[in-house]
């Protein structure tokens, strides 16, 4: 099969940018590894961001300090300027889709408060945001006559001559292995937060397979230190509590009934503050109940349904017990301004991309924003490029070396339980790689992902069908999810200093000699990952206000 422009991934930034390369004429499909309106963009609720202006004030200059500020100042120029001048442009856009935003009593998209943020600038659709934009996105997609193929679980890049030619892919609903010929590769299959499994907001699928398939291909990694915790998850599920509950006004209370916080402050900020109050006082709550109850309902129905339907909660009378939960993941593959890699005609954006516009740490309503701007940036490019190429040639012996490695998985007799593994690298992950990280935590942390790369041999599939093999998908899922994790254990010891997410006990302060460089991950050799800092010679908080505000 062979197509101008693929896309990998079915979130905000996949159906973005496959739409803006439709527009250029063209062929487009787009790869989903299951149905395509499962992505973390679609359970996104909270709101996405733009200085529009419409509640109070605003301006890109004000979006882009809040950003740079939450950021701890290393944020990239160039994508910081993009996404906040691009931003409203952006909004008026999904607007004009169709995308349902609520409106004020003037008819202008409503916008809220959200942590972090000095002006009301949240565009929102109640609480399920994201879910309404992928829905309007891929309505678009199908009036377009975009191919999106669902069920197509993406393996690895082929590459011919320094340019990218193809892909391979695991058609589920056989569990055969076949080959995709592109001229364009757009990388946009989320983040890697899945890894926590069991202490995340992510469906395990979230594993960073395309983060997995760069460093196999040769392409960098940059900053895979820096995983966002949400600080409110519901304790009992860690289903995620969107941050509009408290951007609507709701509390955080401690086990003696005491706000302890400005529910308010960033992210990192928060996780700190409610780990540190659980493993104090053992609990931390979401207090909603004196809020109007016509404010929930209208614009906070999933929380309220939610807590009701995961813990028995009713919101208006009762607390809600919460806790933090990795969430988003600012590292990925190395990016250049306009969404190029390491490797010609491959692109990418989203949350598997790294351009730093989030730099230490990401404000809540900025990820769809990403999603939006560098989507349709991604599409443009990759379509441009595509229209100068020729189709290279694809050597099939990739797809043999591919279905001879799925046979091995189908075929042998299974040693270990995948499920339990993947449990107790989250765990590792979560107590040595979570809010709050030390050298002794995140060296056990390394000998036990290889401890278990050691034993990922004897994975093998109990169920040896052919159709919609689940068992075969989480394999290959958690060989990725391990290779990523050693990248960013790997990344999280060489930043020694804490910035935004990344804070270490044992390097408490930041560090200006090293706070603004990246640490880029390669791959050396089979299962051992090399580190580098490299210097972005991007500027810090004063040089980046003057470029928004010369005078």
Known sequence: MLYDVIV??????????????KKAGVSVAVLSKSNPFRSNSAVASGGINAALGNAEEDSPQA?????????????????????????????????????PFDKDEHGNIAQRAFGGAGHKRTCHIADKTGAAIV???????????????PNTQFLNIVTEKGRVAGITALKRSDSSVTAFACKA??????????????????????????LAAALRAGMRLRDMEFVQFHPTTLAKTGSLITEAARGEGGYLLNAQGERFVDELATRDVLSR??????????????DLRHLDPELVDKKLPSVKKNALMAAGLDVHTELVPIQPGAHYTGGGILTYPDTSTDIKGIYACGENAANRVHGANRLGGNSLLEGVVFGRLAGKNAAAFALKQEFLPLDYQYVDREMRAIRFILDGENLFNINAMRKSLGDTLFLNVGIVR?????????????????????????????????????????????????????????RKESRGVHFRSDYPEADPKIGNDSIETTLKGSHYLKVDFAATGQPFFTRLLKQFNPH
Do not use: W
């Open 8 to 21: 990998i991934g079915t979130g905000i930034a996949g159906l973005r940018a496959a739409l803006e390369a």
């Open 63 to 99: 979006h882009a300090a809040d950003t740079l500020k939450g950021g701890g100042g290393i944020n990239g120029k160039k994508a910081l300027h993009r996404l906040c001048t691009d931003g409203p442009d952006c909004i008026m856009e999904l607007d004009n889709m169709g995308v």
């Open 135 to 149: 829905q309007t996105l891929l309505a678009q997609c199908r009036s377009e006559h975009i191919e999106i193929i």
């Open 185 to 210: 590769l757009i990388l946009a299959g989320g983040g890697f937060a899945g890894i926590y499994r069991g202490h995340t907001t992510n469906p395990q699928e979230a594993s960073g397979d395309t």
């Open 273 to 286: 503050a409610i780990l540190a109050e659980i493993k104090a006082h053992g609990k931390v709550y979401l």
């Open 438 to 494: 030390d050298k002794e935590g995140l060296i056990k942390a390394l000998d036990y992902v290889h401890y278990l790369y050691n034993k990922s041999i004897g994975l093998h599939c109990v169920n040896k069908e052919l159709s919609m093999n689940v068992e075969l998908s989480a394999i290959i899922e958690f060989k990725n999810a391990l290779l990523v994790a050693e990248a960013l254990i790997l990344s999280a010891q060489k």
